[in-house]
């Protein structure tokens, strides 16, 4: 198993530009999650989604947006990028939202100057 | 609201130290609590995950304790070796909703 894979690992983004960051899973999770990490600070969850067609927002989800059309994908979408939005986001799924362990992708680290 | 906090923010001991990472939360009411580890440039891998009804988890050099009437968690690694190098991050899943609120980490050097 690949487990959790996210494209790209780095870019470069303009002020004002959009950009889809890609995550899959191969562990058939029902659950899967896109959080960002700023420098210094804990994961903030963005949006998260508890089975294909089904998303909902976490605690930071201005400013992006998300699909859920098949089990494995759960792209994040980042609409007029702004230098806020400059962070390292992580995608992972777990098999339920409460009693197991998440599982994590390699992340995407993306600046927006 | 939950607060999770993390002290010290790095840590520095040489090969072969036992050691303790802390984890502090304000509210007692969580459903578990996760450690993990963090590499540069990779993700998360979770180590271990304690259920609120449970007091220690154990893996390997790794012990976990949780204490949820004090809000405190603390990660002991024991005969500590340079591949333990990383940050360590602490995460609390309420009880009442399904996020986890995490910690800042705390950035753990082991020198040979």
């Known amino acids: 198993n690949a487990g959790v894979t996210q494209t790209p690992k780095f870019r470069i983004l303009k002020i004002g530009q959009s950009m889809t960051l890609q995550c899959t899973q191969d562990m058939n999770h029902n659950y899967m999650y896109w959080y960002r990490q700023d420098p210094g600070m804990g994961l903030k969850l963005i949006y998260y989604s508890v089975g294909a067609g089904i998303t909902d927002k976490g605690e930071v989800p201005n400013g992006y947006n998300v699909s859920r059309s098949t089990t494995e994908d759960f792209p994040l979408r980042l609409e007029l990028a702004a230098p806020s939005q400059t962070s390292v986001y992580f995608c992972?799924?777990?098999?339920?939202?409460?009693?197991?362990?998440?599982?994590f992708g390699p992340g995407t680290r993306l600046t927006v100057t | 609201k939950q607060e999770v906090t993390q002290i010290p923010a790095a840590l520095s001991v040489p090969e072969g130290e036992n050691l303790v990472l802390n984890c502090s939360f304000t509210d007692s009411a969580i459903y578990n609590l996760q450690w993990f580890r963090q590499d540069p440039g990779k993700g998360l891998t979770s180590l271990l995950l304690?259920?609120?009804s449970q007091r220690e988890q154990t893996s390997g050099r790794l012990n976990a304790s949780l204490d949820k009437s004090s809000g405190r968690s603390t990660l002991y690694i024991a005969a500590s070796q340079p591949g333990d190098s990383a940050t360590y991050l602490c995460?609390?899943?309420?009880?009442?909703?399904?996020?986890?609120?995490w910690g800042a980490g705390t950035k753990l050097i082991i020198k040979p």
């Open positions: 304690i259920q609120s």
């Open positions: 992972a799924s777990s098999y339920s939202h409460r009693g197991h362990e998440q599982y």
């Open positions: 995460a609390v899943r309420e009880d009442s909703n399904y996020q986890l609120i």
